[in-house]
């Protein structure tokens, strides 16, 4: 988190997040195709935005994001910005034969928790996918269970751990 939010006061980062939560349907989108990257290495003339592994997660002007994820091939980010930093992320990957959405690693930075940031992120996914049902590849650690029994409540899958389908399995 940069230094301007650690002047923030709690009641100014409370206010944040509530401006995050109801705009969670402006989403800025890179594609796949990361024209951001041949953008951005147009205006710096090639210094960067060269790709060496993953690809760096660009933070993007719009409240939220939606992006490749940096950490999982395939998977996208969702994320919510605030003072140039993610206030919450999830990844996230879609099988529309299946019609099975997976997310994984929901993450609120610890300034910004229990005020229903992650809680608005996911739902906003499953808004913009209807009709889904809604896992996780990993189990859920037992700090993290109410969490998932509360965002999951009435959700088809309800977060429930499962494995990827055949669609979406790396090939061997
Ligand atoms: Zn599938």
Request: proline share 5%; charged share 25%.
């Amino acid at each position: 988190m940069s230094d301007d939010d650690a002047d923030r006061t709690d009641a100014e980062r409370g206010e944040a997040v509530r401006q995050l939560v109801a705009q969670v349907g402006e989403v800025g989108r890179v594609s796949g195709r990361e024209p951001w990257r041949e953008l951005v290495s147009w205006l710096t003339r090639g210094r960067w935005g060269r790709r060496a592994g993953w690809p760096a997660v660009p933070v993007l002007i719009t409240p939220w994001q939606d992006t490749l994820s940096a950490e999982r091939h395939g998977w996208r980010t969702r994320a919510a910005n605030l003072a140039g930093d993610f206030a919450f992320a999830v990844d996230y990957r879609i099988c529309r034969r299946c019609r099975i959405g997976w997310v994984e690693q929901p993450h609120t930075h610890t300034r910004y928790r229990r005020q229903g940031l992650a809680s608005a992120g996911l739902a906003a996914l499953r808004a913009e996918y209807p009709g889904l049902s809604w896992h996780t590849l990993g189990g859920h650690f037992r700090s993290s269970q109410a969490f998932w029994a509360a965002v999951g409540l009435h959700v088809p899958g309800g977060y429930h751990q499962r494995r990827l389908c055949p669609h979406l399995e790396p090939r061997r």
